[in-house]
């Protein structure tokens, strides 16, 4: 990416979703025009207009694809066609005799807004405007990667020209990538990585605690069964159905009068208490897999939050647990998340991909989530048909756009002098 792409002491904005376009929509304002000629109002505003609608197009490129007529469409009164032949419009012509006659109740038609309609044609373009690709720049990334079919079949160039009926679709995993969150790749996070995998593990002395709370975190680490220990004779289904409801009503009772809990401790419980709720609603007769592990790590709390002083809530965890403990805590948490997940959830947890699971949205997506008129997409499998041509109709421009007509008027008339 080049210096200053996206420019805060002049706006520029781009198709992009960041939080530097955010900032730059928030301060578009109509151009200032005083005191300025009028090439210089023309030539401002095909920079501005520019630096948003195609700006991976070259601007040759760009001036062969300019069209001087520009596609509208006008809604006739259906009432008005089949009382008037079209003789009424040729009798008077010229003296207003059929002003009264004629449907004057539609808004003007915005036919300005629709300068760079050629771009919205492009592949590209068309990606970015599915909400397959987080950037114009990045689906210009995924075509010429081989990532994008057209009508079935692989297309590498950004710049082809769709037609009505066009159907493209992206690989799901890179658009997955491309709309998710990202993952934690700080330099600290990797420096931190590296020196975990390369510096040898010695053995930690155990931490000494008070000796009124000591015993009773020994006690009940001794008394929870291991996890890999098998149940020498497992309940019967309607046993563990009953004891996954006291689960349940445990962990509500230790929410509600527990007084020492930290706030992230508060949400590992809620964390605990869906997934007790996730295995009472998967229970099909079953032994759930889970149940173990749920089990043990709900005695493994209340023997800790049982000790923890009220007075101390911000102090309660590293007061009575040592870094083993804490990362005995963290490995059942993640063993209840992992086992209660079924190979058919939707949105499961995988560290091999580049994007953060489960997945969720990026970061400033909600403000760039609209799909246009002339596009039909099928999110399930990323694919998406290009309709039709975009085109103005009374009060809309169906090529979407940031500027007022005026500014799109002004970039018009740079590029209608220059043909």
């Known amino acids: 990416m080049r210096k200053r792409f996206h420019h805060l002491k002049k706006i ?9 376009t955010l900032y730059n929509l928030s301060r ?3 151009p200032n025009i005083e005191n300025k000629t009028f090439f210089q109002q023309k030539w401002a505003a095909k920079s501005l207009t520019r630096a948003y609608h195609g700006e991976q197009v070259r601007e040759k490129q760009w001036q062969r694809m300019f069209r001087r007529n520009l596609p509208g469409v006008v809604p006739m009164d259906h009432q008005y066609l089949a009382r008037n032949d079209g003789s009424e419009q040729a009798a008077g012509r010229g003296s207003g005799a059929d002003s009264k006659q004629r449907p004057r109740h539609l808004p003007p038609t915005p036919y300005m807004q629709m300068t760079f309609y050629p771009i919205e044609r492009r ?4 990606i970015w405007r599915a909400l397959f690709a987080s950037s114009a720049k990045q689906a210009r990334q995924f075509v010429v990667h081989g990532w994008v079919k057209v009508n079935g079949k692989k297309m590498i160039y950004p710049g082809y020209l769709l037609n009505p009926g066009d159907m493209f679709q992206v690989e799901p995993d890179r658009v997955m990538y491309a709309t998710g969150a990202r993952k934690d790749t700080t330099k600290h996070t990797r420096r931190r990585a590296r020196k975990r995998a390369s510096k040898p593990k010695e053995p930690k002395a155990p931490k000494l605690t008070p000796a009124t709370k000591a015993p009773a975190i020994t006690d009940s680490l001794k008394a929870s069964p291991s996890v890999h220990t098998p149940t020498p004779t497992p309940p019967s289904p309607e046993e ?5 409801m006291e689960l349940m009503d445990e962990t509500k009772a230790a929410l509600e009068t527990d007084k020492g809990i930290g706030a992230k401790d508060k949400q590992k419980l809620r964390d605990f208490k869906k997934a007790v709720r996730r295995a009472i609603s998967a229970f099909r007769g079953e032994t759930p897999d889970s149940f173990k592990s749920l089990e043990d790590q709900l005695a493994f709390i209340k023997a800790r939050y049982s000790a923890a002083p ?3 809530a911000s102090d309660s965890p590293t007061a009575l647990l040592d870094p083993d403990q804490e990362k005995l805590l963290t490995e059942a948490f993640n063993r209840i998340r992992d086992d209660t997940l079924s190979a058919s959830d939707a949105n499961p947890v995988d560290p091999k991909k580049p994007y953060a699971t489960p997945w969720r949205p990026r970061d400033y997506m909600s403000a760039f989530a609209f799909i246009p008129r002339y596009l039909e997409v099928n999110q399930n499998v990323c694919a998406a048909v290009y309709l039709r041509h975009p085109v103005a109709r009374p009060g809309l421009g169906e090529v979407p756009t940031p500027f007022a007509a005026e500014t799109s008027q002004l970039a018009f008339n740079w590029y209608l002098k220059r043909r």
Request: a positive charge; hydrophobic letters at 35%; proline letters at 0%.
């Open 12 to 20: 520029r904005i781009r198709q992009d979703w960041s939080r530097w």
């Open 28 to 30: 578009l304002t109509q």
């Open 123 to 126: 592949l590209d373009t068309a």
């Open 240 to 244: 563990l159905k009953e004891r996954l």
């Open 310 to 312: 009220s007075s101390s």
